[in-house]
């Protein structure tokens, strides 16, 4: 199982970025999340995915202002960004473990490269 993450970047506050996430599986049988880690900090979920589809969880702090999405055709979910504040600031990474969302990311066994998202004027 192989993620590609892509599509972060620098953006100033109050400016939206669309993560994308690429698995090499199929994503009817894998549940797909957005973790982040900011510097000093835990790494934080953010933001998942069921394998159905059919649920989608949020971390309070990105709730109504981060919306996560799939195309299934093309093995990709997105993680489409709004209204970024400078805590934002962080490394994301996509991760994917079968059928099921869980907060924890010890329970996700494949891990994307991380793409730096920056927001600061």
């Known amino acids: 199982v192989q993620l590609q993450a892509s599509g972060g970047g620098l953006v100033q506050p109050g400016g939206s970025l669309r993560l994308s996430c690429a698995a090499s599986v199929a994503l009817s049988t894998y549940a797909i999340a957005w973790f982040r880690q900011a510097p000093g900090k835990e790494r934080e979920g953010i933001s998942c995915?069921?394998?159905?589809?059919?649920?989608?969880d949020y971390a309070d702090s990105v709730k109504g202002r981060f919306t996560i999405s799939r195309d299934s055709d093309k093995n990709t979910v997105y993680l489409q960004m709004n209204s970024l504040k400078p805590e934002d600031t962080a490394v994301y990474y996509c991760a994917t473990r079968r059928y099921y969302c869980t907060r924890y990311g010890s329970q996700f066994g494949y891990w994307g490269q991380g793409t730096q998202v920056t927001v600061s004027s």
């Open positions: 995915i069921s394998s159905s589809g059919t649920r989608t």
